[in-house]
């Protein structure tokens, strides 16, 4: 069961870039790289998903380095919208009970 | 709106009430997953389906848990003789991945929140 640590919580200020970083020491050569974002009272919304290197959408790029142990999500520019939690996992999408959201980073961004 | 949802979305109980939960996936979608969620912790996993099937139950879910997706549309949560430790926001997710990494990419609903009293 991989295990994934995460700073508890984040500040920023708006228009800055944030650069969120995830442990997953014990990763398993099937596991992917998941991050979700949760606002108060609703459900968690998929963000972004990679395997190596560098992935990028609309909202985030994740940044893997070739061990894989850890990554990073990087929010460009955020605004006052983004204050939320952000949830970092990893799984091969097998097993329900691998695949584990933990506290998450509270993400503050103030003005 | 991510097109799943979830009734009722708040439900207050006493202790020792059964109490049943709806959640209507994404149509195409054939994996339904609950969770449970409290105060600041991420969300717990507690079962999944594939279409009809339950293939996979939490170790650590209660007897007292109860899940049902009849013809792989909308699923039923009954939690049966309630606790106040049942106090929670009961999430459900669904995806259509066709394979591995692609169900990591789950849709969720708004969550019911329960109150056990």
């Known amino acids: 069961l991989a295990k994934t640590t995460q700073p508890i919580s984040m500040d920023s200020y708006e228009g800055q870039e944030v650069n969120i970083t995830c442990s997953h020491n014990n990763i398993a050569t099937n596991d992917y790289i998941t991050w979700y974002q949760q606002f108060p009272s609703q459900g968690p919304r998929f963000i972004i998903q990679g395997y190596k290197t560098k992935v990028t959408n609309e909202v985030a790029s994740l940044f893997i380095p070739a061990d894989r142990k850890s990554s990073t999500l990087s929010l460009p520019r955020v605004s006052l919208s983004d204050t939320a939690v952000y949830y970092c996992l990893v799984g091969d999408g097998n097993y329900g009970q691998n695949f584990v959201f933990g506290p998450g980073t509270r993400l503050s961004v103030l003005p | 709106d991510t097109g799943v949802s979830q009734d009722p979305r708040h439900k207050i109980t006493k202790r020792g009430q059964n109490v049943t939960f709806r959640c209507d996936p994404i149509s195409e979608h054939n994996r339904l997953y609950w969770y449970r969620q409290t105060l600041g912790q991420g969300p717990e996993f507690l079962t999944y389906?594939?279409?009809?099937?339950?293939?996979?139950k939490s170790r650590l879910l209660s007897d007292r848990f109860s899940a049902e997706r009849p013809k792989g549309s909308f699923s039923t949560l009954e939690i049966q003789r309630t606790e106040q430790g049942d106090s929670a926001m009961y999430l459900c997710?669904?995806?259509?991945?066709?394979?591995?990494?692609?169900?990591?990419?789950?849709?969720f609903g708004p969550g019911t929140r329960l109150t056990v009293l």
């Open positions: 389906f594939q279409n009809e099937a339950q293939l996979e």
């Open positions: 997710a669904s995806t259509k991945g066709l394979a591995g990494s692609s169900y990591n990419e789950q849709f």
